[in-house]
């Protein structure tokens, strides 16, 4: 009978090298942390700003449409 809570895979990445770059390699786990952490802000940023954004220009250029005229399709 076989167990099924056993596994023989590792979990994880294997490190070639043994230990080196202990500290480079956290700087670089942080760097990466906060390169995702600034790229999910910045798509929520882009996702909630782009039709303000738009419509802003749209109110300060010339000649001046009223804003019924921005919003409308037509």
Known sequence: MASKGISLKSKGKATRGGGRGGEGSDKL???KEWGGWAMGKAKV????GFI???IIIGM???PKPQIS???SPF
């Open 45 to 48: 940023i882009t996702h909630y």
């Open 52 to 54: 303000p954004l738009v």
């Open 69 to 71: 005229q921005l919003l």
């Open 29 to 31: 786990k942080c760097l």
């Open 60 to 62: 300060n250029s010339e």
